[in-house]
């Protein structure tokens, strides 16, 4: 028989208590429409191509993930990003493709992608699309010259999904055939009334409802709403189900906590950069969202940048390291390279099986944090066979030595752990704790087999891809610039520099309390639980386990225990899909 141990602390805030989002529902209500019950896999042509973007280069690299064997090892989906429209025809709103760019949509008298699509799916690929959730793109907002955008008038220039929603869903996904599109955002936050471009007479003004700096500044239903209506646009497209829908807004609009309910990935921070720094900072957006993501919605700290700065053929252990990391989150896999010139040496990190399946196993467990510190932490992911993969991440610049115990994995001090390096291959055994060394950069990985600490049941927070935060307590987003700070990749040394961040940060955490401290109970540590505020209501589904049991108590972090909390559990047999 097997049972599910759980350590339940709630920080009291002193809210009054809102009864219906807490009454429990017997469903499962994060996102699982769409095709992401393991994350997407594949490539995308933003980091190499920006918006210079051509059908020869995209099926350039759709061919070399052919032939290098890739596609056997799931990169599936090949995504133009920005860059590929001409304009919007005004007279019925239909979307005009640059066909010089893109030979195959041309020979018809209104451009069509089809064929575009039919040769991908030919090829055994899935297509991928980009638009805005705004009228217009962020190249539109953010490029330095005219060269590669949408011409024309103000409205012919207006190729973002704003006013357009269910027709160009319908275009896009029924009639040319795409399979995945990406959402971004910057038309609902960079064309108020004094930006450049709205000045300059190339844009209409759009009333900022989103702010990246200022969750204060941001209409988050409003955000919201539009996106789920861009969800049930697709479903109604794509009634099959064959789609895959990927939010773009960086983590702002608090998108954070509610993604996971509306689309199948999130991006967690702004865009990543081939630069050591911006790794960590996309990285750190997500490392502590174990509980956000399930099967069928992920975090995304953004994609691959493995082939460029300082992720390129001489950075390989900077480029292992990028790799490991996101499939250790459940990232997405999106190979952002002209793989038509990638090296050997990166073709094989891409293409290491043994890590590609620890991002894409079926239990869809994100890493949860075992050790912090500013320079080295430690992940463990539960694999759906139950074993553990295990990162070692050094994140600076010195070497550091590392004792790795088997409890730190959740597994038994006193049996043995077998571990395989997913590197060299290597094979070690050990007792109690084991010790390496890891390098400035380095992330060493390993699969781990052992005794479980739980003889025959796991802690939730030990499979998170089964919990899920339906109600997670913040009630009003607050500031909280100790958590989350994210910074412009592009912006050099002028001006105040990056300042802090925070658009919602959730309220539920793996191992911790909410703002990262360790969970304590009336002075008693706890290394396994899960930590939410007062006024939360998780979601577990169970995987075939026999008896729940939970520890719950007030957490000694809790600023206000003047009032009373209450703790209750309900149980649906059969009911939960
Ligand atoms: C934003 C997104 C990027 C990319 C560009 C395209 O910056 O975050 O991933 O799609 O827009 O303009």
Redesign the pocket.
């Known amino acids: 028989m097997k049972k599910i141990l759980a350590a339940i602390f709630l920080l009291s805030a002193g809210f009054a208590q809102a009864a219906d989002p807490l009454a429990p529902t017997g469903r499962w209500t994060g996102y699982s429409s769409g095709r992401a019950a393991t994350p997407p896999m594949g490539w995308?042509s933003?980091n190499a191509f920006?918006?210079a973007v051509d059908e020869d280069k995209v099926m350039g690299s759709a061919r070399r993930i052919v032939d290098s064997g890739l596609a056997r090892k799931g990169y599936h989906y090949i995504n133009l990003?920005?860059?590929w429209a001409a304009k919007r025809r005004v007279a019925d709103g239909h979307l005009m493709i640059r066909a010089d760019k893109f030979p195959s949509a041309a020979n018809k008298k209104t451009p069509t992608f089809k064929p575009y699509t039919d040769k991908l799916h030919a090829m055994g690929l899935k297509a991928g699309i980009?638009s805005d959730m705004g009228r217009n793109?962020?190249?539109?907002?953010?490029?330095a010259t005219d060269e590669d955008l949408p011409k024309g008038s103000v409205a012919e220039r207006e190729v973002g999904l704003h006013d357009f929603i269910e027709q160009d869903i319908d275009l896009y996904f029924r009639e040319w055939g795409f399979d995945y599109i990406?959402v971004?955002g910057?038309g609902l936050r960079d064309f108020g009334p004094n930006s450049a471009k709205v000045k300059a007479g190339q844009a209409r003004a759009l009333d900022p409802i989103m702010d990246l700096g200022a969750i204060s500044r941001t209409d988050v239903p409003g955000v919201q709403g539009l996106f789920r209506r861009v969800g049930a646009a697709i479903e109604r497209s794509r009634p099959n189900g064959d789609f895959v829908y990927s939010l773009?807004i960086?983590g702002a609009a608090n998108v954070r906590a509610w993604a996971k309910d509306v689309g199948n990935t999130s991006?967690t921070s702004?865009?990543i950069a081939p630069a050591w720094g911006r790794l960590l900072v996309n990285y750190d957006s997500a490392v502590h969202r174990a509980l956000y993501a399930h099967p069928g919605s992920w975090n995304d700290p953004?994609?691959l940048y493995i082939g460029a700065g300082d992720f390129d053929a001489d950075h390989l252990t900077e480029a292992r390291s990028h790799f490991a990391l996101w499939a250790m989150l459940n990232s997405p896999l999106l190979i952002g390279a002209d793989l038509r010139k990638t090296p050997d040496a990166l073709m094989d990190i891409l293409g290491n099986a043994d890590i590609i399946a620890l991002d894409q196993d079926a239990a869809g467990n994100q890493a949860t944090v075992a050790y912090d510190s500013s320079d080295l932490q430690i992940l463990v992911k539960t694999l759906g066979n139950g074993d553990k993969a295990v990162a070692v991440f050094n994140r600076g610049s010195g070497a550091i030595d590392v004792n790795l115990q088997a409890t730190q994995l959740r597994f038994r001090g006193d049996a043995p752990v077998e571990m395989t390096d997913l590197w060299t291959k290597k094979q070690v055994s050990f007792t109690k704790e084991t010790q390496l060394r890891v390098a400035p950069r380095e992330t060493a990985v390993f699969r781990a087999h052992g005794t479980r600490m739980l003889a025959n049941g796991v802690y939730l927070s030990e499979q998170p891809g089964q919990v899920n935060p339906a109600v997670d307590g913040v009630t009003r987003p607050v500031a909280d610039p100790a958590i989350f700070r994210t910074a412009a990749g592009w912006g050099g040394t002028r001006g105040a520099g990056d300042r802090p961040q925070y658009a919602g940060w959730g309220g539920a955490r793996a191992d911790s309390a909410p703002y990262g401290q360790t969970l304590q109970v009336a002075r008693k540590t706890f290394a396994a639980g899960i930590g939410v505020l007062v006024n939360s209501r998780l979601e577990v589904r169970n995987g075939g386990h026999q008896r729940f049991t939970a520890q719950v108590g007030v957490d000694d972090s809790a600023t206000d225990k003047a009032n009373a909390v209450t703790f209750s559990a309900n149980y649906w047999r059969n009911r939960i899909p």
């Open positions: 995308n933003w920006a918006s990003d920005d860059g980009y793109t962020c190249a539109q907002a953010w490029s990406k971004d910057c773009c960086w991006r702004d865009d953004d994609m």
